[in-house]
């Protein structure tokens, strides 16, 4: 990250609780003194999946929630790599006591647009939450962006680094910052990044990497925001949403390919 004058307009961050959040939160702290956090209860894993299977069947769900499972208990083996990110890229987890922080119950809900109501920010960020309703955004007088851990449009969704991985589309490992309108991360790109994944990395720091060798691009964003000076790029590429690997296409992936 380069060095960057401290700024007075106040910002908000609208998070689940959780290390690469905080990698965020971290970083934009050191450029915006003035960051307010809001932090919504996660969605529990029943409602979770029962929309998934909404979607996608009951087989595919289960699948993907013992991937999730799996990946959960996963990373206690895997803080040795985690560590080495964020040394790498001087990124860091902690949380910042001095920061203030709102709890809402969720995204969706009216004690979110009251606190953005009280905060008044000049441009909301949002790391890994829940999508915003069409009628959250439009009661939302700033500009909102999000940070996603995959490249945009070819890795909309989830785990856009394992799939790009998958696919043999390792040059389009990285994340992006875009604005959030109604889709799944189908908003505009103003910045994408594009990191090189270890042979250490897995599903389990994955995310972590893209998010700490991503700090940059989302301050300047979030500069770009507060000065009006929005300029979106046009990307020509296919589109697509991508969700969990369910657990047996994880561990095929994983036993025959290497790439877990």
Request: aromatic share 6%; hydrophobic share 45%.
């Given at each position: 990250?380069?060095?960057?004058?401290?700024?007075?307009?106040?910002?908000?961050?609208?998070?689940?609780?959780?290390?690469?959040?905080?990698?965020?939160?971290?970083?934009?702290?050191?450029?915006?003194?003035?960051?307010?956090?809001?932090?919504?209860?996660?969605?529990?894993?029943?409602?979770?999946i029962t929309r998934r299977a909404k979607k996608l069947g009951w087989i595919r769900a289960l699948g993907q929630l013992a991937t999730m499972v799996v990946s959960k208990y996963g990373k206690r083996f895997t803080t040795?790599?985690?560590?080495?990110?964020?040394?790498?890229?001087?990124?860091?987890t902690a949380m910042d006591s001095r920061i203030r922080r709102v709890a809402v119950p969720s995204a969706n809900s009216p004690e979110f647009l009251e606190a953005l109501n009280d905060i008044r920010p000049?441009?909301?960020?949002?790391?890994?939450?829940?999508?915003?309703?069409?009628?959250?955004?439009?009661?939302?007088?700033?500009?909102?962006?999000?940070?996603?851990?995959?490249?945009?449009?070819?890795?909309?969704?989830?785990?856009?680094?394992?799939?790009?991985r998958i696919l043999s589309d390792e040059a389009n490992f990285g994340a992006t910052v875009h604005l959030v309108d109604a889709g799944v991360d189908t908003g505009s790109v103003l910045y994408q990044q594009r990191m090189k994944p270890s042979k250490r990395d897995t599903m389990h720091t994955y995310p972590a990497l893209q998010t700490a060798a991503s700090t940059s691009i989302i301050l300047d964003a979030l500069h770009?925001?507060?000065?009006?000076?929005?300029?979106?790029?046009?990307?020509?590429?296919?589109s697509r949403q991508w969700y969990h690997p369910p657990i047996w296409t994880w561990l095929w992936n994983g036993v025959t390919r290497g790439i877990w």
């Open positions: 990250m380069t060095e960057r004058d401290t700024r007075t307009e106040t910002v908000a961050m609208l998070i689940q609780p959780g290390p690469n959040p905080e990698i965020v939160v971290n970083a934009v702290k050191a450029v915006f003194q003035n960051l307010v956090v809001i932090e919504e209860q996660p969605e529990s894993k029943k409602r979770f040795a790599r985690a560590a080495e990110i964020l040394e790498e890229f001087g990124a860091s000049a441009a909301l960020l949002l790391v890994s939450t829940r999508m915003l309703k069409a009628e959250t955004l439009a009661a939302i007088a700033c500009p909102v962006l999000n940070f996603h851990a995959g490249i945009n449009p070819q890795y909309r969704g989830l785990q856009g680094g394992y799939w790009s770009d925001a507060v000065t009006g000076n929005l300029k979106p790029l046009k990307i020509a590429a296919p």
